[in-house]
């Protein structure tokens, strides 16, 4: 999906380029579910990322698996938000 998005020079084709009105909603359709497909998987990466630092500060897991567990939280969301 990626690679359909990107910018491209004149002389390549887009996407869409040569594809009919239907051929276009459903290629469009494909990448709209590969979209949601891959946020639902970061909201649940992320979910379980949260889990795991609020189980660390209860001190149920060891000081460095909680920094360690911080670091790739904050990876995430700046990932996200960024």
Same mark, same amino acid.
Do not use: I
């Given at each position: 999906?990626? !690679? !359909?998005?990107? +910018?491209?020079?004149?002389?390549? /084709?887009?996407?869409? *380029?040569?594809?009919?009105?239907?051929? /276009?909603?459903?290629?469009? @359709?494909?990448?709209?579910? *590969? $979209?949601?497909?891959? @946020?639902?998987?970061? *909201?649940? +990466? $992320? !979910?379980?990322?949260?889990?795991? $630092?609020?189980e !660390? /500060?209860?001190?149920?897991?060891?000081?460095?698996?909680?920094? +360690?567990?911080?670091?790739?939280?904050?990876?995430?969301?700046? +990932?996200? @938000?960024?």
């Amino acid at each position: 999906m990626e !690679a !359909a998005l990107s +910018v491209r020079s004149a002389s390549e /084709q887009g996407t869409f *380029d040569g594809l009919s009105m239907e051929e /276009q909603l459903q290629t469009y @359709k494909d990448m709209e579910t *590969d $979209v949601e497909n891959h @946020k639902t998987e970061l *909201d649940r +990466v $992320v !979910a379980l990322g949260k889990h795991l $630092v609020q189980e !660390a /500060q209860s001190g149920m897991l060891t000081c460095f698996l909680y920094l +360690v567990l911080e670091c790739c939280l904050w990876h995430l969301s700046a +990932v996200l @938000k960024g």
